[in-house]
């Protein structure tokens, strides 16, 4: 990569190198063919649903079939502007549009161009996004020569390469960690050294202490703290204001509670309070325990109280009328009854686990920085501004 004696001119588009050009997408795209509306009868084939960039579908009629190397289009809602690259025989639905390129030009320079151009903003609505082919057709881009178009999405396909191949082995760990938590914290697999010791039932009142840390209700806006449903963990809700709830008395939390939203516990609304969220407030609807020492270890009930068998306790004592207004008792929740190893045992399958999400963690930051790497990549080669050195 270079920039040496680039000399730049005055476009349409702003300033551009003087060897590109500024073409319309009309110009240098022989395809624009959408896809077509499938019924409800042929929606479901050999097990597989025909989607939006779905591949190695059977079964239908040549109407929803695209060959060839080309990218899709998202038309409408959520999909509007996004660009998927796409290679073979492929089955799209009406809310998506098969471009492909002349022989000029390179299909998946192209793809990146337009992905990197935000096509959303040529949305027609704001209510429900879309995109109209005409509109496609008009946009104007700024085109380097083939050869560096070929360069350029080179580049940026080794580091679309590289990001898949980090998320595949994210998802291999993911898969192995689940494995663990199955296994460890059901007794099915022992670690070494604990093989003889016999796991017992205890209530979850021996393990955890109800604590109350109550403040008056601030007057002006404070950090409150919500739970997600299904494990998901905590969230922060900064600038709350205190209009919005009428309790005049709330309970402060911190690092490494075992906090409980009464109201949707039983879709596992539970979690443990992070180190970020120390100082936020809850109202009385959220419980909040401290852990025994004596029976229980942060660091195994941080992935035991995850597992579907707990959440299937709380869905038990959640008694509840119509829709989702369930709310789950304190009583019944300090009885629940859970069957544990010993504190060491605890702290060793904790160390276990903990180590596969440290692993887990450093993965999904390195792709982050791939992305931040591939996104600084394509700010510079897509629009000019670094040169690189054709052979």
């Known amino acids: 990569m270079n920039n040496n004696n680039t000399i730049y001119k005055d476009s349409p588009l702003g300033k551009i190198p003087g060897d590109w050009e500024v073409k319309r997408l009309g110009e240098v795209c022989t395809t624009f063919k959408s896809g077509y509306g499938i019924t409800s009868e042929e929606i479901y084939v050999n097990g597989e649903y025909a989607v939006y960039g779905g591949n190695g579908l059977r079964g239908y009629t040549n109407k929803y079939t695209h060959e060839g190397i080309y990218f899709l289009i998202g038309r409408q809602g959520a999909l509007c502007g996004n660009i998927v690259r796409v290679f073979g025989k492929n089955y799209i639905s009406e809310h998506a549009i098969a471009v492909q390129t002349d022989n000029k030009n390179d299909n998946s320079f192209l793809a990146y ?29 700024a085109l380097p020569p083939f050869p560096e178009q070929k360069a350029i999405a080179h580049i940026l396909g080794l580091m679309d390469t590289a990001i898949n191949k980090n998320n595949q082995l994210i998802a291999k760990k993911e898969l192995q960690k689940k494995w663990l ?11 070494g050294g604990f093989d003889n010791e016999k796991w017992k039932i205890k209530l ?31 969230f922060l809700k900064y600038d709350f204001e205190p209009g919005k709830i009428d309790m005049d008395t709330l309970f402060e939390v911190r690092e490494n509670d075992l906090i409980v939203n009464i109201t949707f516990a039983w879709e596992g609304a539970i979690a443990i309070v992070n180190k970020e969220d120390e100082g936020a407030l809850v109202s009385h609807r959220f419980p909040t325990f401290t852990f025994n020492p004596e029976n229980g270890i942060i660091d195994y009930f941080r992935h035991y109280i995850l597992q579907p ?25 300090l009885k629940l009854e859970v069957k544990i190893p010993s504190p060491k045992e605890q702290t060793a399958i904790g160390r276990v686990l903990q180590v596969a999400d440290k692993e887990i963690q450093l993965l999904k930051t390195k792709t982050e920085k791939l992305r931040e790497q591939k996104k600084g990549l394509m700010q510079v080669l897509l629009t000019g501004k670094k040169r690189l050195v054709i052979n």
């Open 113 to 141: 161009k337009l992905d990197f151009q935000n096509l959303n903003r040529l949305s027609e609505s704001s209510a429900q996004p879309g995109l109209s082919v005409e509109k496609l057709i008009r946009l104007k881009i």
């Open 204 to 234: 979850i009142e021996d393990v955890l202490i109800p604590v109350s840390r109550p403040v008056d209700k601030p007057l002006s806006s404070f950090l409150a703290l919500g739970i997600r449903s299904h494990g998901k963990g905590t």
């Open 309 to 333: 068998k707990f959440k299937y306790l709380m869905d038990l004592i959640s008694p509840g009328g119509a829709g989702r207004n369930r709310v789950l008792s304190k009583k019944d929740f």
């Open 181 to 191: 938590m199955q296994n460890l914290l059901t007794g099915n697999k022992r670690l």
